[in-house]
């Protein structure tokens, strides 16, 4: 199985505030690489696909980058409404494996 | 707008197992592949496995031996069996599609999920 890190595994920033996640693959997964934000209580929700590819109707502060084992994901500016889990996922191969996810608050 | 809806028991007593249901609204269920994801309460998300609407099937090997999924495209439907059922399986239960019927795709419908308490 392809074992996926993130950190850090939880943060805590001031609204308006720059806020990146870092993402490891334990072997080149090429960009096969998504973001979901889980909202407490709620399903998860994809919002980045193949590493940078926002998904329709997602705020264009979201962004990702990255290729191979490493991978970030910003919050350009942090907004109340972000409070949630965040967990990248792999899909090069199977089984699909998640990160353990970041908790991001809000300071 | 496609809709998925977890459906089943929400206690399980130890040793049996559990039965699921995902129904399928706002489009078909033909032509996708169709999966299950589960998480453990304040824990991570682990993949069960998926189906395609055509029946084939693919589970992760940590529960290979015990999972068991079928789809019915005439109720645009389709099941989780988990068997031998333990404590260590408590948790939301989640079906979730694939964004289309391409290699491997991200997860672009969920449902609400569904919690499962495997309790005597």
């Known amino acids: 199985d392809i074992q996926m890190t993130q950190s850090p595994s939880s943060l805590s920033a001031s609204v308006g505030d720059r806020v990146t996640i870092t993402c490891q693959a334990s072997q080149d997964i090429s960009n096969y690489l998504n973001w979901y934000q889980q909202k407490p209580g709620k399903a998860p929700k994809l919002l980045i696909y193949d590493t940078s590819n926002l998904e329709i109707g997602v705020p264009p502060r979201f962004s990702g980058s990255g290729s191979g084992t490493d991978f970030s994901f910003t919050i350009s500016s942090l907004q109340p409404e972000d409070i949630a889990t965040y967990y990248c996922?792999?899909?090069?191969?199977?089984?699909?494996?998640f990160g353990p996810g970041t908790k991001v608050d809000i300071k | 707008q496609v809709q998925l809806q977890e459906s089943g028991p929400g206690l399980v007593k130890p040793s049996e197992t559990l039965s699921l249901t995902c129904t399928v609204s706002?489009?078909?269920?033909?032509?996708?592949?169709w999966n299950w994801i589960r998480q453990p309460a304040g824990k991570g998300l682990e993949w069960i496995g998926r189906i395609y609407s055509s029946g084939s099937t693919n589970y992760n090997p940590s529960l290979k031996s015990r999972v068991t999924m079928s789809v019915d495209t005439s109720k645009n439907q389709f099941s989780l069996k988990l068997r031998s059922m333990t404590a260590a399986d408590t948790g939301v239960y989640y079906c979730?599609?694939?964004?289309?019927?391409?290699?491997?795709?991200?997860?672009?419908?969920w449902g609400q999920g569904t919690l499962v308490t495997v309790s005597s």
């Open positions: 979730a599609r694939e964004s289309n019927s391409g290699y491997y795709q991200p997860f672009d419908y």
């Open positions: 996922q792999q899909y090069d191969n199977l089984p699909f494996t």
């Open positions: 706002g489009g078909s269920i033909s032509s996708y592949y």
